[in-house]
């Protein structure tokens, strides 16, 4: 019993980066190419435009006629409606706390928004050998997250502060057999690092004035890889196969709770300071992306994707200490899901192109174990976008990207034993939408 809010705290933190990293999968990271995405990323694995297919399918590298480096960026916008609020607080009882049993009116807000405005960058090279062999290297963020909601947020005890990012190195190879054949291999190496929050009443009027922030942080780094194929059973027809596999992290966390003051708080039985390590494992779920580019015209181009992310391998959180003792585990019963995209490609001069696609981008996610840290659903994506090479060398690609939610909700609830106070329920209706501004550049050597 001594260790028992600090292990619920801990646990508590520490399980935020699953749920940040679910999050990051049902808004899995796209923004590797700009110019893929003025068409959806319909293209992604077989429309071989510039050395952003480095990470679209390795395999096409080996189709492009010159070395070539692309470099670029997606600023994200995202935008949250939180309506429909029920946030009730529950006394302590002798026999502990319990639901029925009120506690003090509610206290806090309900502001929405809190996804700051991100930029996304990635870097790509691709260098042909000869006729058949070609080098890549990129340099690129396939997962993130961040949520920073106010202070005073009424779901702060679930979660109110979540960022946590993946950047990765590629080495590429590709080899083209015939005009038809060519395949492609690269390996990444991976960097996660992550700092989660949440509140912990500190009185038993649930003022947030005198709130505990319980954080963590934590990094590591792992090795992946990534497999592709293209095949071209005639020229205006290209198939692409890009299989990326998972990557499994066992991260070190450093745990500490932070009083009003600043200071480290106490554990309220013991007295000794809320602070401690804690391991957990984490893993990014393997992908596969299938696409088809047909030449329509001279000028039209016609793309279809679909991608598939195997999620049902989480199925729980599991947080242990230092000692291999069970700090939490909860299931998540996630489950395998697909997007779909569908986009073409306009040569309106011999100078500028113009493009549009929509994607339909579905969630892992249950309503049984949505949080606040990962309140998305099920998302549709409208995208323009253009390309403007002012001379052969070079190319400068923009796009714009809409992304609307199914409107979506999250119903919890919680008990924290500290300075008397029972537990929260907090439930509320999430609207979600986001935009997405491109720019990118290539240069051909």
Same mark, same amino acid.
């Given at each position: 019993?001594?260790?028992?809010?600090?292990?619920?705290?801990?646990?508590?933190?520490?399980?935020?980066?699953?749920?940040?990293?679910?999050?990051?999968?049902?808004?899995?990271?796209?923004?590797?190419?700009?110019?893929?995405?003025?068409?959806?990323?319909?293209?992604?694995?077989? %429309?071989?435009?510039?050395?952003?297919?480095?990470? #679209?399918? &390795? $395999?096409?590298?080996?189709?492009?006629?010159? =070395? !070539?480096? @692309?470099?670029?960026?997606?600023?994200?916008?995202?935008?949250?409606?939180?309506?429909?609020? %029920?946030?009730?607080?529950?006394?302590?009882?002798? #026999?502990? &706390? $319990?639901?029925?049993?009120?506690?003090?009116? =509610? !206290?806090? @807000?309900?502001?929405?928004?809190?996804?700051?405005?991100?930029?996304?960058?990635?870097?790509?090279?691709?260098h042909p050998v000869n006729e058949r062999l070609?080098?890549?290297?990129?340099?690129?963020?396939?997962?993130?997250?961040?949520?920073?909601?106010?202070?005073?947020?009424?779901?702060?005890?679930?979660?109110?502060?979540?960022?946590?990012?993946?950047?990765?190195?590629?080495?590429?190879?590709?080899?083209?057999?015939?005009?038809?054949?060519?395949?492609?291999?690269?390996?990444?190496?991976?960097?996660?690092?992550?700092?989660?929050?949440?509140?912990?009443?500190?009185?038993?009027?649930?003022?947030?004035?005198?709130?505990?922030?319980?954080?963590?942080?934590?990094?590591?780094?792992?090795?992946?890889?990534?497999?592709?194929?293209?095949?071209?059973?005639?020229?205006?027809?290209?198939?692409?196969?890009?299989?990326?596999?998972?990557?499994?992290?066992?991260?070190?966390?450093?745990?500490?709770?932070?009083?009003?003051?600043?200071?480290?708080?106490?554990?309220?039985i013991t007295g000794a300071p809320l602070q401690?390590?804690?391991?957990?494992?984490?893993?990014?779920?393997?992908?596969?992306?299938?696409?088809?580019?047909?030449?329509?015209?001279?000028?039209?181009?016609?793309?279809?994707?679909?991608?598939?992310?195997?999620?049902?391998?989480?199925?729980?959180?599991?947080?242990?200490?230092?000692?291999?003792?069970?700090?939490?585990?909860?299931?998540?019963?996630?489950?395998?899901?697909?997007?779909?995209?569908?986009?073409?490609?306009?040569?309106?001069?011999?100078?500028?192109?113009?493009?549009?696609?929509?994607?339909?981008?579905?969630?892992?996610?249950?309503?049984?174990?949505?949080?606040?840290?990962?309140?998305?659903?099920?998302?549709r994506i409208f995208s323009l976008g253009a390309?403007?090479?002012?001379?052969?060398?070079?190319?400068?690609?923009?796009?714009?990207?809409?992304?609307?939610?199914?409107?979506?909700?999250?119903?919890?609830?919680?008990?924290?034993?500290?300075?008397?106070?029972?537990?929260?329920?907090?439930?509320?209706?999430?609207?979600?939408?986001?935009?997405?501004?491109?720019?990118?550049?290539?240069?051909?050597?």
């Amino acid at each position: 019993m001594n260790n028992k809010f600090n292990k619920l705290t801990l646990a508590a933190a520490i399980a935020a980066v699953f749920a940040s990293q679910a999050h990051a999968g049902g808004y899995q990271i796209n923004e590797q190419s700009v110019s893929g995405q003025g068409y959806g990323h319909a293209g992604r694995s077989s %429309n071989i435009h510039d050395a952003t297919i480095v990470y #679209g399918n &390795p $395999a096409g590298m080996s189709f492009l006629d010159r =070395a !070539q480096i @692309t470099a670029g960026g997606t600023f994200l916008n995202v935008n949250t409606e939180i309506e429909n609020v %029920n946030y009730e607080t529950f006394a302590n009882t002798p #026999g502990g &706390p $319990a639901v029925g049993a009120l506690g003090p009116a =509610a !206290q806090g @807000t309900n502001n929405g928004d809190m996804v700051p405005g991100t930029l996304i960058p990635f870097a790509f090279y691709a260098h042909p050998v000869n006729e058949r062999l070609a080098l890549g290297f990129g340099v690129y963020a396939p997962f993130g997250s961040k949520t920073d909601y106010e202070d005073t947020f009424e779901g702060r005890y679930f979660g109110n502060y979540t960022e946590l990012t993946v950047m990765s190195a590629q080495p590429t190879v590709s080899y083209r057999f015939n005009d038809q054949w060519s395949v492609g291999a690269g390996v990444t190496y991976n960097r996660v690092e992550g700092e989660l929050r949440r509140q912990v009443p500190g009185s038993a009027d649930f003022d947030p004035a005198n709130d505990i922030d319980a954080r963590v942080d934590g990094k590591d780094d792992a090795w992946g890889y990534n497999l592709g194929v293209i095949y071209r059973p005639v020229p205006e027809t290209t198939l692409g196969l890009t299989y990326r596999s998972k990557v499994d992290y066992e991260l070190e966390g450093d745990y500490r709770a932070i009083a009003p003051d600043g200071t480290t708080a106490p554990n309220p039985i013991t007295g000794a300071p809320l602070q401690s390590n804690a391991n957990l494992d984490l893993t990014t779920p393997e992908t596969v992306n299938f696409s088809l580019t047909q030449q329509m015209t001279d000028r039209l181009k016609l793309m279809f994707g679909a991608s598939w992310v195997r999620w049902s391998q989480f199925e729980e959180i599991r947080v242990v200490n230092d000692q291999g003792g069970l700090i939490t585990q909860e299931p998540q019963n996630y489950e395998n899901v697909w997007a779909f995209a569908t986009g073409g490609e306009y040569q309106l001069t011999s100078t500028l192109a113009l493009r549009a696609g929509v994607t339909l981008d579905f969630t892992p996610s249950n309503d049984e174990d949505r949080s606040v840290r990962i309140p998305s659903d099920d998302r549709r994506i409208f995208s323009l976008g253009a390309g403007w090479s002012p001379t052969p060398d070079m190319t400068l690609d923009f796009a714009y990207s809409y992304l609307t939610e199914r409107g979506t909700f999250v119903d919890q609830q919680r008990f924290d034993s500290l300075a008397g106070a029972g537990g929260t329920n907090y439930s509320a209706d999430y609207k979600n939408e986001a935009h997405g501004f491109g720019a990118q550049l290539t240069y051909r050597f």
